[in-house]
């Protein structure tokens, strides 16, 4: 079992940055791939980063350039927001794959002010 708890969200203006944090606990030593999610009102679920154990990490198309996916240890992950967006506002979820199961933390939300 892994609990994954997010922090660092917040209302910033268009233009500001914003720096979440994810701090996993319990059986850490099995964390695959690690990753920040998004989740707008009324749309889908989509994937904003993503970083592998071994530190490989690919983005999606509209935050390329503009956010930075890190992992300090095998148990912690960061997200980097830069030149945020109010397309960006969001319920920002942190993942992790251990062993073929997929955990969730609770969420952060996200507001990015015009």
């Known amino acids: 079992q892994v609990q994954l708890v997010e922090s660092g969200g917040g209302l910033v203006q268009a233009g500001g940055s914003l720096r979440l944090s994810c701090a996993a606990s319990?059986?850490?030593?099995?964390?695959?791939?690690m990753a920040w999610y998004r989740q707008a009102p009324g749309k889908q679920r989509e994937l904003v980063a993503r970083?592998?154990?071994?530190?490989?990490s690919n983005y999606a198309d509209s935050v390329k350039g503009r956010f930075t996916i890190s992992r300090d240890n095998i148990k912690n992950t960061y997200l980097q927001m830069n030149s945020l967006k109010p397309e960006d506002t969001a319920v920002y979820y942190c993942?992790?794959?251990?062993?073929?199961?997929?955990?969730w933390g609770q969420g952060t939300q996200v507001t990015v002010s015009s």
């Open positions: 993942f992790a794959r251990v062993l073929a199961k997929d955990y």
């Open positions: 970083i592998t154990s071994s530190g490989t």
């Open positions: 319990g059986s850490v030593f099995s964390i695959g791939t």
